[in-house]
């Protein structure tokens, strides 16, 4: 009986053993295990059994920020023994600082960050967040500090590169890995907003000012461009008809030599077969009487101007009517 009562005092002493120096470890967490105050190992996820009074986790300072039903963000302080191997967000409170022109301006910052290596997160640095949030306040100060406000607002990008790489070289040796920061608000001071807006106002004045002008420039050219070419069109038009009109009198004249020609080489026929010159005659008479018209004014002057070499035409006149009396007395021969 004794030796039963002995093995279940033992059993159950093992098994109280057990059952405190089980750990369970949630996936994504560690347990950095201390034994008689020194590092011993850490706890993988899964179970895990440490020996109770020898083996104790070591404990760290953490903050949270937590927003409460008002919207307002609480800063909570506490000692924790599983460290998170995920990717922390840390929002940092809004601070104030001061650019290389003197304008002091207020910025809040957004920290991405994740835990590589929990031993030297437990033993490099004491309260890891507070030490993250004075490096990134003091860094982002001398980054600030060198950009004038204008740079400031126009380089948020560059700002975040820079104070990611500063601070990813700096807390290397913390075991954490800073995988992004984020400036969420620029904030100048009222005044500086004022005039800000006052020169947007200015700009966009300026901007509509210009394309304004920009568009009359072009309408009055344009406008000069259509009269130019309607000009040349007109010209051109103006070039074609005198052209035209031009080929048709030119056109109507050999018509009217041709005509003419025509005319004489028939004269020239009947002065073959009459030797007189009643009919070269006539047809000088003609000729001269027409020209004598459109000289006094055309056909519809009643007024008949002698020459004063009016012998040409008498003696024509006399050759038409031989020529008139010549021609009657051959219808009267039988």
Avoid at 82 to 95: G, H
Avoid at 149 to 154: E, G, I, M, Q
């Amino acid at each position: 009986m004794a030796s039963v009562a002995l093995f279940i005092l033992v059993a159950g002493f093992l098994l109280l053993i057990a059952v405190l120096g089980m750990r369970i470890v949630q996936q994504a967490e560690t347990i950095v295990i201390e034994r008689l105050g020194s590092y011993h190992r850490d706890l993988k996820s899964g179970i895990n059994f440490i020996i109770p009074l020898l083996d104790k986790p070591r404990e760290i300072d953490w903050r949270y920020a937590v927003t409460d039903i008002d919207g307002r963000t609480i800063i909570k302080k506490e000692r924790i023994s599983r460290i998170d191997l995920r990717e922390t967000v840390y929002d940092f409170p809004k601070q104030a600082v001061i650019t290389k022109d003197n304008v002091q301006i207020d910025i809040n910052a957004v920290l991405y960050f994740q835990i590589t290596d929990p031993v030297k997160t437990v033993y490099e640095i004491a309260n890891l967040p507070d030490a993250i949030e004075k490096l990134t306040q003091t860094t982002l100060r001398n980054l600030i500090g060198e950009l004038d406000l204008d740079a400031t607002l126009s380089s948020r990008d560059q700002i975040n590169k820079k104070l990611r790489t500063t601070l990813d070289d700096v807390t290397g040796k913390w075991g954490i890995k800073v995988n992004r920061v984020e400036l969420q608000d620029i904030i100048p001071p009222a005044s500086i907003r004022d005039a800000m807006e006052a020169q947007m106002r200015a700009e966009r004045a300026k901007r509509a000012a210009v394309l304004e002008s920009e568009g009359m420039k072009q309408s009055r050219i344009l406008e000069a461009e259509g009269i130019k070419t309607a000009e040349i069109t007109k010209a051109e038009g103006f070039k074609e008809s005198q052209v035209l009109i031009a080929e048709g009198e030119a056109e109507a004249r050999q018509k009217a030599a041709e005509g003419e020609a025509k005319a004489i080489a028939q004269i020239i026929n009947a002065t073959k077969e009459s030797p007189d010159q009643n009919a070269i005659q006539y047809l000088i008479a003609m000729r001269y009487l027409e020209a004598s018209k459109t000289i006094l004014g055309g056909e519809k002057s009643k007024l008949i101007m002698v020459p004063y070499e009016a012998t040409g035409i008498l003696s024509a006149l006399g050759g038409i009517r031989e020529l008139l009396n010549g021609s009657k007395r051959k219808v009267e021969q039988p």
